[in-house]
């Protein structure tokens, strides 16, 4: 009787020490699928368009060409940008990602954030151009979300909750007057974007 007894303990304890170990290979894997599912920059998924742009000037520091088309917006190079002339109110950017996201955050860095220097003179095009003072994001068929903005080189952003979209427009509302100074001009610039979110695929979905 005694030794069916310890046969049966030896059992228990032998498949509570199996599930153990199945539960641990199991655990690397689930903490990688939460791990990939945190919102991440998603700027490598997109792609940006804009109605118009500004002609190619030269950087008056460097001699190289200066262009100003909208996939500056996505290159996480402030001294880059989408520009145009005027006041661009109204003037929707598009940015397309190549497939569906939960958004979390957008944001933009709301001029031209470049500052050139030649023969001892300081251009400031952030301060010489025009900043965005106002944006609407319309993200896919959510509500819109308007963006009040300070007047600062740093990216400014939104926390916009979860919205699942594979594409973001953004209106430009209000802007300033034009600036002073060396680089003063009449024109309207967004150096960057800001999107983040959660890829549908790591996250573990479809």
Known sequence: MLALLLLALVCVAGGAWLGSRDQGTGSPATEG?????????LLDLA???APAQDDDSVDIATGE?????AANLLDDDPSTAWRVPGAAVGTELVLRLDQEVTLTTVGLVNGYAKTSVSEGTTYDLYA???????????LGDAPPVRQEL??????????????????????IESVTEPGSGPAARDTTAISDVVLEGIVADAAGGG
């Open 65 to 69: 060409t200066t262009t100003y088309a």
């Open 150 to 171: 300070d007047e600062t080189r740093d990216p400014q952003v939104l926390d916009v909750g979860a919205v699942t979209t594979d594409t973001v427009r953004l209106r």
């Open 128 to 138: 010489g151009g025009r900043r965005v003072t106002a944006v609407t994001w319309l």
């Open 47 to 49: 792609e940006a368009s």
């Open 33 to 41: 699928s939460a791990a990939s599912g945190e919102p991440r920059p």
